[in-house]
């Protein structure tokens, strides 16, 4: 049995996990796992539509090894950029912002420095997530970059919540689930870690059969064995709640499969997903990006532009709630 | 919510709906759960083993069959959740046939009392 000593300091101990407490501010970050999906697409038209509904809006483009947030704005230069910050020639996060064309919405530009920053060490990307949390603005939305590397992973358990941007494609899908997957096993490591119970994990490891991918199988085995841990790990997981957004959605089965994916991650990766709504796919958006005008500005009454605005005002409408608290 | 394996979940829960759900909401979240585990379909995909998709496809419809048939919905709620053992009304007629022996309460407890402390244990 835990003491009550045990119970303490994990969300201190990990950055990661203790998400900021200002209810009055928002952290949401953009990822999906697989490039293409149309992240920063997503990041830089909810940033126009949140700043046309008023709100004070910061884009961070935290995609290191590619970053091009600002295209999408269509922006070219800017005197500071997050490499400014990484590379330690400002000191705060917060001095690299640019102003945008859109009132109340700045950006934070990645660096075309890549070479530097692409693969950021542990203690620069604790500095870089501090000055996240820290930073003073409304509604913060972090572009995160492509994979399930622990940057992208981290910068994805830091927002509250999570947005995954996936098309109605079985790529797509695929990786979304590998990302849902590492982000969970990132949390469940830091608990086993925590309570140090590493021999039982191991021990419930040896009994799910190779053929299951799911979470679900590792809980459902780990039932059997210590009843416990098994509410502990589960109760720790049902902080972590992203939201769904299917984008390029080209028909009306697209619209229904956003509801359906929530259905089975809910059963099998045993996470609650919200699905925030269906983008449906525009070839302007392609146009717009080679006319270096942003699509909300050049579009603003399309089909995708009104389903942005939606999802952005859902988005506005989410309680923030404390994560990752220990219950018991 | 507690952590439920799957095979533990009640009909309600399959479908991903409350216990006080119209009929429209099952009918819904039948057809949104039923898309979701078929042969083909993109939202399990590689995430869920054949098995474990007609596993859950099997329960699906049988949690629709039982919830969307008022008079079975009514039955399963019963033996589920017991929630009307409090309020059942009492049967006009007896359920057996055997003697009823009816004992004056007072009388018996007077009795019961009496037997208790001449009993050998209280000497």
């Not at chain 1, 913060?140 to 941007?165: H, R």
């Not at chain 2, 039923?34 to 699906?60: C, P, T, W």
């Not at chain 2, 409090?86 to 046939?97: G, L």
Request: glycine share 6%.
């Amino acid at each position: 049995m835990l003491k009550w000593f045990d119970k303490m300091d994990i969300e201190a101990r990990v950055p990661m996990l203790s998400a900021h407490t200002d209810g009055h501010k928002s952290i949401w970050a953009i990822g999906g796992g697989k490039g293409g999906t149309g992240k920063s697409f997503i990041t830089a038209s909810l940033g126009i539509q949140l700043s046309n509904l008023g709100e004070d809006v910061t884009l961070i483009d935290a995609d290191l090894g590619g970053p091009n947030l600002h295209t999408f704005l269509g922006m070219e230069e800017s005197n500071l950029d997050l490499g400014h910050f990484i590379t330690n020639r400002v000191t705060k996060l917060q001095d690299t912002v640019t102003f945008t064309p859109f009132d109340g919405l700045k950006l934070i530009k990645g660096t075309d420095n890549v070479l530097f920053t692409s693969n950021l060490n542990y203690f620069k990307k604790l500095k870089f997530i501090r000055h996240i949390k820290a930073f003073d603005a409304k509604r913060v939305i972090v572009d995160i970059g492509t994979g399930t590397s622990y940057n992208c992973i981290d910068f994805f358990l830091l927002s509250n919540p999570g947005i995954l941007v996936v098309n109605p494609e079985p790529t797509s899908i695929e990786n979304a689930y590998y990302f849902m997957k590492s982000c969970i096993i990132r949390i469940l490591k830091f608990y086993i870690d925590h309570y140090g119970i590493q021999d039982l994990i191991q021990k419930v490891s040896s009994h799910i059969v190779d053929t299951t991918k799911s979470i679900y199988s590792f809980f459902s085995e780990i039932i059997s064995h210590d009843k416990f841990y098994a509410d502990l790990l589960y109760r720790a997981l049902r902080k972590f709640n992203p939201c769904l957004i299917i984008n390029k959605a080209r028909d009306e089965r697209d619209m229904i499969l956003g509801e359906s994916i929530v259905n089975v991650v809910q059963k099998y990766l045993v996470i609650d997903l919200k699905f925030l709504g269906a983008v449906p796919f525009d070839e302007n958006v392609h146009w717009s990006l080679k006319s270096f005008t942003p699509y909300i500005k050049k579009h603003p009454n399309s089909d995708t532009s009104e389903a942005v605005k939606s999802i952005a005002e859902k988005l506005v409408g989410i309680k923030e709630t404390k994560r990752f608290a220990v219950e018991a | 919510m507690a952590l439920k394996k799957i095979e533990d979940m009640n009909h309600y829960e399959v479908l991903n709906i409350n216990t006080s759900a119209s009929q429209q909401e099952i009918e819904k979240a039948y057809h949104t759960s039923k898309a979701g585990f078929q042969r083909n379909a993109l939202a399990h995909y590689n995430l869920v083993s054949d098995q474990e998709r007609e596993d859950m496809l099997a329960r699906i419809e049988k949690a629709y069959l039982v919830l969307s048939h008022p008079r079975k919905r009514k039955r399963y709620d019963l033996r589920t959740f017991h929630y009307k053992t409090e309020n059942k009304e009492p049967s006009f007629f007896r359920q057996t046939t055997e003697r009823l022996v009816i004992e004056d309460g007072e009388k018996k407890s007077f009795w019961s009392k009496l037997k208790n402390f001449f009993s050998p244990k209280n000497k």
